[in-house]
């Protein structure tokens, strides 16, 4: 036997080994034959990242939605499912030794889609997701909380966002403007914090209301009055704080984006009353053909104070929405007209015959729907035409020389904003990473016209010597604003499987014409009056175990800024016969932009709780600030009299860093717990000197030696503020009894803050006021009564605690008799507050 022979048959040995050994093996080998769908619509979901767990097996559904899993022994195995805007999900599959295991695994965006049951018409969810599913902040708030909670408008339901303080009186009594991350007194706060309602942004660019003062706001120059918004129409609240996606823009705070409701429901009327507020609301859904059509009406009324004759509030909304599928059902489409009338009056009830009122209303048409040609594409479009009638009024007795006289101020004129959306979105499945892709471009333009301020200028209610004049809101420019963005959400696997968000956004404000000579990093490439920013995102979840993550991520956002920031009407100052007039208004006036970058870590602990944590830096820049400018000058022997006027310009500034820790359980017998604890260090001020009309020139530096600069030019005071939050929430949900029970309690164990004025001179000159500990405690309760019917009560505050605490910082001191004036003190919480609520379903 020759050697060729030797291996030739060596070889084949060899062959007929292996493959007798293969079959052996592959005997006892089972394979996962799997796809992943929608809980609610049933679609596939392609690009999930499916992960056998202690093994290194990773593998991706393709785009029906289906995934093949080879070579596993027999036993039991746990899938995890990471897909973007889905919670991390696990199933337990078993491979039995020989033949395929077949499997459909279901995933919801919320867990109302799994489990939920009904009080009355109040949808429960029996349980809420333990662990954050984004990088960033967010609070998700269901329609059956904010039933629970008993809102009477979106602004009522911040209550349930962690960190802000409550409020404790729910209702329409008084405006309500949001600031998610800070208190709703920061106009500029409240004005980066943008409202999305159905895919259309809310918004107060434009508005140049004026304030009608008294318990009347029209919220110029902030955020919008959430009054606006009924609560009893919201299917969801989506609260994102900080920088989100790059799809959103003009914002510095954050987003609110609320889905109302828009399916099939049976007639459903819903009645309310706490000591402030009376509300109706009747709903109800239908499928006409093709169609569904989904209608809402709400009337809410609040009379401020029982003690003033015509200080109430009324308003009037209604929302019809339909939707219609076009082209096989693969093009939903949906329009809503949404309607709400304010009638707010103050009546004439003190010595100066004070009355006001804002008798404005707006309509808002918005279309919008998306189409997917396949599973891996879907291109997404919205248009919005808002129109605002604004008609406000306020009047006062004037004292003046030979007689008094009433004085009026009116503002009359129409506000619009239109705009819309262009979005395109791809899937790109690979062999290690599954890519969304997101591009888009948005337009949005804001103007104001009509007759504006009105003042009779012989009976003017600022006085006889006021410069305030009339102006026509045709005098206002128009505010456009330009948008691109795109975004890669990519999920793959390294050493641990990850997900990682790039994103761009080009912001243009009011842009004019292209710049062919624009250096990169020095110049626009398009010229624009407000500015261009172009803001990075990005954010990323590392998925470390099966209930542990890291999360962190950086963003830029840019604002633009308020018309009623850039535009002051001209005003004129007669002095000694001779009149002075000047302009008060920026047109060149910048946007202004946050920057934020946050860190975070989530732990699930023995599957029936979690901890995470949180901590964020940020820092605005470019904020309009007023910026004081000296008229003229007069002086005397004994006088110096310099009126000033004020101008905003880009000067302002703010620090904010925060840390959230949540403690959260699974319901175990109906029971939870959740416990969010929020620390906020905010510094905010200006930069540059801002002008004294009374110099008063000071040894700043303690050297004994006064300032030798200018003393009317004094430096920006700065101010800070430390506050400490501790939410919690016991919840008791019981399906077989019908009954959702909810204890609150909020303690504010440290709140301290100071201005910083180098000139301030007194016993207390840059005193820090520290406000002692205080406690709150509510409850709320809802009970199925027979079918589609339910009650509904709060009581909140109800230990009755004031929080009486001193203010020593308000108190005056009389140096000449070294004596103190009366003490001065101040409550912290509301009074007892209550509310009920009924709602019944009607079978037709």
């Given amino acids: 036997m020759n050697l060729n022979k030797i291996i030739f048959r060596s070889f084949l040995l060899i062959v007929l080994f292996l493959y007798l050994t293969s079959s052996v093996i592959a005997q006892n080998q089972g394979r996962i034959l799997g796809r992943v769908i929608d809980a609610e619509s049933s679609e596939s979901l392609p690009g999930t990242l499916i992960k056998v767990q202690r093994t290194d097996i990773v593998t991706f559904s393709n785009r029906e939605g289906k995934f093949e899993i080879r070579g596993l022994k027999s036993g039991d195995y746990l899938l995890e499912c990471i897909i973007a805007m889905y919670p991390r999900f696990m199933i337990s599959v078993h491979v039995p030794a020989t033949g395929d295991t077949t499997v459909t695994i279901k995933l919801a965006q919320t867990s109302a889609a799994l489990d939920v049951f009904e009080i009355g018409g109040i949808q429960v969810e029996a349980e809420r997701e333990l662990i954050p599913r984004d990088y960033a902040a967010t609070t998700r708030i269901s329609s059956g909380e904010v039933e629970n909670l008993q809102a009477s408008s979106l602004g009522d339901v911040l209550e349930m966002i962690p960190g802000l303080e409550k409020t404790n009186r729910l209702g329409l009594d008084k405006s309500i403007r949001a600031n998610i991350r800070g208190a709703s007194n920061d106009n500029l706060g409240t004005f980066g914090t943008k409202i999305i309602l159905d895919e259309a942004p809310f918004s107060n660019n434009a508005n140049m209301q004026m304030t009608a003062g008294g318990t009347i706001s029209t919220g110029a120059g902030s955020g919008v009055d959430l009054r606006l918004i009924p609560a009893d129409n919201i299917e969801s609240v989506e609260v994102i704080r900080g920088v989100p996606s790059a799809k959103y823009g ?49 009337y809410g009324f609040s009379e401020r104070s029982l003690r003033k004759e015509g200080d109430e509030f009324h308003r009037i909304n209604a929302t019809i929405i339909t939707k219609r599928p076009f082209l096989n059902d693969a093009l939903p489409i949906k329009f809503k007209l949404f309607m709400t009338r304010l009638l707010d009056e103050e009546k004439p009830t003190d010595i100066r015959r004070t009355s006001a009122y804002n008798r404005g209303y707006t309509i808002n048409a918005d279309l919008w729907g998306d189409h997917a040609p396949n599973n891996l594409e879907k291109y997404k479009g919205s248009i919005f035409v808002h129109y605002s009638r604004k008609n406000t009024f306020r009047s006062r007795l004037v004292e003046a020389d030979p007689r008094s006289y009433m004085g009026e101020l009116r503002m009359i004129g129409d506000e619009i904003n239109i705009g819309g959306r262009l979005e395109a979105n791809r899937k790109l499945i690979l062999s290690s990473q599954v890519h969304e892709l997101m591009a888009g471009l948005q337009i949005h333009y804001d103007n104001n016209f009509g007759e504006g301020m009105i003042i009779d200028s012989t009976k003017h209610y600022y006085g006889l010597d006021s410069p305030m004049r009339s102006y026509s809101f045709d005098e206002v420019p128009g505010m456009t604003q330009v948008a691109l963005y795109f975004e890669d959400r990519f999920t793959g696997k390294l050493w641990k499987e990850y997900t990682l968000v790039l994103g761009l956004r080009y912001d243009l404000f009011k842009p004019r014409m292209f710049n062919a000579d624009a250096h990169w990093g020095k110049d626009e490439f398009i010229n624009t009056q407000h500015g261009s920013f172009l803001s990075p995102r990005l954010g990323w979840m590392i998925y470390l175990t099966p209930s542990t993550q890291l999360r962190g991520g950086y963003g830029t956002s840019a604002k633009m800024p308020s018309m009623n920031y850039i535009f002051k009407p001209r005003e004129s100052e007669l002095y000694k016969l001779n009149y002075y007039s000047y302009d008060q208004s920026n047109f060149d006036l910048k946007g202004y932009y946050v920057k934020e970058v946050k860190l975070g870590i989530d732990q699930k602990l023995l599957k029936w709780a979690a901890v995470s944590l949180e901590g964020y830096y940020s820092w605005r820049k470019n904020e309009p600030r007023r910026h004081s400018y000296p008229f003229f000058y007069e002086t005397n022997p004994d006088t110096f009299w310099v009126p000033t006027y004020a101008i905003y310009e880009n000067i302002g500034w703010k620090k904010q860093k925060g840390f959230e820790a949540t403690f959260t359980t699974k319901s175990y017998q109906g029971f939870s717990i959740k416990v969010v604890g929020t620390y906020r260090y905010t510094l905010s001020g200006s930069d540059g000197l801002v002008y004294c009309s009374s110099p008063d020139p000071i040894d700043t530096d303690g050297d004994g030696i006064t300032d030798s600069r200018d003393p009317t030019w004094q430096d920006h005071k700065d101010s800070w503020t430390k506050k400490w939050i501790v939410d919690y929430r016991l919840e008791y949900r019981a399906r077989s009894l019908g009954l959702w029970f909810q204890f609150i309690a909020q303690q504010l164990p440290l709140y301290q803050k100071k201005d910083n004025d180098p000139y301030e001179k007194g016993l207390w000159a840059n005193y820090t006021e520290d406000y002692p500990n205080n406690w709150v405690f509510n409850f709320r309760l809802s009970k199925s009564l027979w079918w589609g019917s339910e009650v509904s009560l709060y009581v909140n505050n109800f230990i009755d605690d004031r929080g009486i605490y001193e203010v020593p910082w308000e108190r005056t001191y009389y140096p000449e008799t070294d004596s103190w004036g009366r003490k001065i003190y101040r409550s912290k919480n509301n009074s007892i507050f209550w509310g009920f609520e009924f709602s019944t379903k009607f079978d037709f």
């Fill in 250 to 298: 003009d914002l510095t705070s954050g987003i609110i984006k609320v889905k109302t409701k828009t399916g099939v429901s049976r007639p459903r009327l819903k009645l309310k009353s706490n000591p402030n507020t009376t509300e109706a609301n009747f709903g109800a859904g239908y499928k006409l053909g093709k169609n569904i059509v989904n209608m809402n009406f709400n």
